[in-house]
């Protein structure tokens, strides 16, 4: 878990750099590194991402400890995957994935966005879906996780909509892009902290304090109290 809280340290200063330096953007001579940034932050909120998607199918019977452990390795090889096509696509082909030209549409960029955004919201609908059938015992009893995966469907759903729109050469498409790409990077790490990460530090905090307690009993600390 510790692992994983640092994860999410290193892609908080990731995204940060991020929202800072958008005019490399727009700077000429400054492509290569915005597409390594650009490249860098998605794959790693990707990580986080898909990990949660792993341990939200890992069910209601293991501990969060257990089923992070468990999907780490299967998370990575998902995202690293992910992170070789998109490097094909940006310095193989040299198709630019995250430098938006609203005047000449990609064909081939919005494809594979409408892709990525559709198997995103392919696997959240299908986990809904779980939570209104009889397999609802299968994912974890709490609230949050459900209204995690309703916010996140309707933003995959949103950015599948703005991609195949852009590709279509629509205007109103690229605003709505734009729209779900600042909301993601802006408030996507809030929500998977308060979602998962909060309750389970209070957890590991409440742990510890009966841990300092027992040891502290058995050093006779409270004995007084029982004279």
């Given at each position: 878990m510790i692992s994983y809280y640092g994860c999410l340290w290193l892609v908080s200063l990731l995204n940060l750099a991020w929202c800072s330096l958008q005019a490399l953007e727009c700077t000429s001579g400054k492509?290569?590194?915005?597409n390594i940034l650009s490249l860098s932050t998605t794959t790693g909120m990707l990580f986080l991402e898909v990990s949660l998607l792993a341990f939200l199918f890992q069910g209601n019977y293991a501990s969060g400890l257990e089923a992070l452990t468990r999907t780490f390795v299967v998370s990575g090889i998902i995202v690293g995957l992910d992170l070789f096509l998109k490097a094909i696509y940006?310095?193989?082909?040299?198709v630019p994935l995250f430098i938006d030209e609203p005047e000449h549409p990609h064909?081939?960029?919005?494809g594979l966005w409408v892709a990525h955004k559709l198997v995103l919201t392919a696997i959240y609908g299908l986990i809904m879906f779980m939570y209104?059938?009889?397999w609802r015992e299968r994912l974890p009893a709490r609230p949050a996780f459900y209204k995690y995966v309703a916010i996140?469907?309707?933003l995959n759903a949103l950015a599948l909509l703005a991609c195949g729109l852009t590709g279509n050469g629509a205007d109103f498409g690229f605003w709505l892009y734009s729209a779900t790409l600042v909301c993601y990077h802006a408030f996507y790490l809030p929500l998977l902290y308060v979602t998962?990460?909060?309750d389970f530090f209070q957890e590991e905090d409440l742990h510890l304090d009966n841990v300092y307690y027992s040891e502290m009993k058995d050093a006779g600390f409270f004995d007084a109290d029982w004279e």
């Open positions: 492509e290569m590194a915005w940006l310095f193989g082909f040299g064909q081939v960029k919005w209104h059938s009889r996140m469907f309707t998962f990460l909060a």
